[in-house]
Nanobody, 122 residues
Framework: QVQLVESGGGLVQAGGSLRLSCAASGRTFSNYVMGWFRQAPGKAREFVAAVSRSGSSTNYADSVKGRFTISRDNAKSTLYLQMNSLKPEDTAAYYC???????????????WGQGTQVTVSS
């Protein structure tokens, strides 16, 4: 089992920045690919970004490419999502997830956090 706890969400004006964190405990963090997903009210959960076990490979949704950066610190068992140039359409609950491979498919991730809310005002 892997336990994931997100933090860092909040209310920010459009154009601002936030940094999300996801603290992992349980099994060895570096054994898992990590991803960020988000879900806005009334919408399906969507892929945001993923990072390989070593952190050397990343993948982003087109909607966040160039604005968001995913990273991980295996020594601290922590995943990050740096979000810059935020837009109102980025408003959603953000979830971190752990799984066996880099994929945009939420169903391929085995473990999920409870989520942290990000609200971007215009």
């Amino acid at each position: 089992q892997v336990q994931l706890v997100e933090s860092g969400g909040g209310l920010v004006q459009a154009g601002g920045s936030l940094r999300l964190s996801c603290a992992a405990s349980g099994r060895t963090f570096s054994n898992y690919v990590m991803g960020w997903f988000r879900q806005a009210p009334g919408k399906a959960r969507e892929f945001v970004a993923a990072v390989s076990r070593s952190g050397s490979s990343t993948n982003y949704a087109d909607s966040v490419k160039g604005r968001f950066t995913i990273s991980r610190d295996n020594a601290k068992s922590t995943l990050y999502l740096q979000m810059n140039s935020l837009k109102p359409e980025d408003t959603a609950a953000y979830y971190c997830a752990a799984g066996p491979s880099v994929t945009i498919s939420a169903g391929r991730y085995n473990y999920w956090g409870q989520g942290t809310q990000v609200t971007v005002s215009s």
